[in-house]
């Protein structure tokens, strides 16, 4: 079983629609969580943490689960601009990251 | 804040041909680095950690090596190329939430 797994997708949605991507991770005792944002040809770029009492960032909430050992990442009211691969990222100890394979998001006019 | 440098952006070198790959780190000492390499369509492998001056943790046995000459600088190295080297190699680093990436180096090998 991968440490985080994500559904490799894609995505696609019509501009304006809710989407949300789940992740899995295997270790119990992994600390901190993260989503980040890359698009093609490009290095990733952190688009926000995850925290347990959930957050959100405009139009991007994150959650986690850690009964469940997932998270989650909800994008409303899509644009243009958000299609992109979004990688789940699980720090498990030590400053040590482990990334999630990623879900393409297209989002089409 | 944190800023990683990498170059150079694009490399195309012939199998069997020798490597270096440059990261530089400005606005932090004494950061954690990583060499991560992508191939095409595929999630981030770990190569390479480092957590101080001549300190390298290899997660992946390969025909690669690193090294760490000075606190911010992070060298990815082969002596002879393969085929299979070929993809988009990341540096990152800490501290900072997260990861901070340079904008990476894409490697074909011929």
């Known amino acids: 079983r991968k440490e985080v797994e994500q559904d490799p997708g894609p995505f696609n949605v019509p501009e304006g629609a809710t989407v949300a991507f789940n992740c899995t991770y295997s270790?119990?005792?992994?600390?901190?969580f993260f989503w980040y944002r890359q698009d093609c040809r490009k290095e990733p770029k952190l688009l926000m943490s995850v925290y347990s009492s959930g957050n959100e960032d405009g139009r991007f909430t994150a959650q986690l689960n850690r009964a469940s050992q997932y998270i989650s990442l909800l994008i409303r009211d899509s644009k243009l601009s958000d299609s992109a691969t979004y990688l789940c990222?699980?720090?498990?100890?030590?400053?040590?990251?482990?990334f999630g394979g990623g879900t393409r998001l297209m989002v089409k006019p | 804040s944190q800023t990683i440098h990498q170059w150079p952006a694009t490399l195309v070198q012939p199998v069997g041909s020798p490597l270096s790959l440059e990261c530089t780190v400005e606005g932090t000492s004494n950061p954690n680095l990583y060499w991560y390499r992508q191939a095409a369509g595929r999630g981030l492998q770990l190569l390479f950690y480092s957590v101080g001056i001549g300190q390298i943790s290899s997660e992946v046995p390969q025909n690669l090596s690193a090294s760490r000459p000075q606190d911010r600088q992070f060298i990815l190295s082969s002596k002879k190329l393969l085929l299979s080297d070929s993809g988009f190699y990341l540096c990152?680093?800490?501290?900072?939430?997260?990861?901070?990436f340079g904008s990476g180096t894409r490697l074909t090998v011929v």
């Open positions: 990222v699980v720090n498990n100890a030590g400053n040590m990251l482990t």
């Open positions: 990152a680093g800490t501290p900072g939430e997260g990861y901070t």
């Open positions: 270790n119990s005792a992994s600390q901190s």
